[in-house]
């Protein structure tokens, strides 16, 4: 019931932006924590941004300055905005809720020239 649905994954150039999206249905959205991690090949799921219900955030290091997290709640959306995309932002993005434990499919992101 409690579903997260990702997009907005894609190829883009090094130095691009890139925006994803994170649907939520089956849950009080408002009141929700909402987080993105991701995920490269070969290697382990990683924290990225954290957003919670008073807007309060938390980024990784390596993209602080670079990603912005944000919500809209009368969408019940949670967004990605990527900036300064490199090679290294590469991986499949993932949506979380902590307080219900839901995760989305993910999407891919690809920087390459």
């Known amino acids: 019931q409690e579903q997260l649905v990702e997009s907005g994954g894609g190829l883009v150039q090094p130095g691009g932006s890139l925006r994803l999206s994170c649907a939520a249905s089956?849950?009080?959205?408002?009141?929700?924590?909402m987080r993105w991690y991701r995920q490269a090949p070969g290697k382990e799921r990683e924290f990225v941004a954290s957003?919670?219900?008073?807007?309060?955030?938390i980024y990784e290091d390596s993209v602080k300055g670079r990603f912005t997290i944000s919500r809209d709640n009368a969408r019940r959306t949670a967004y990605l905005q990527m900036n300064s995309l490199t090679p290294e932002d590469t991986a499949v993005y993932y949506c979380?809720?902590?307080?219900?434990?839901?995760w989305g499919q993910g999407t891919q992101v690809t920087v390459s020239s």
């Open positions: 089956g849950m009080i959205f408002t009141t929700m924590t």
């Open positions: 979380n809720c902590p307080n219900n434990g839901a």
């Open positions: 957003i919670t219900e008073f807007s309060a955030t």
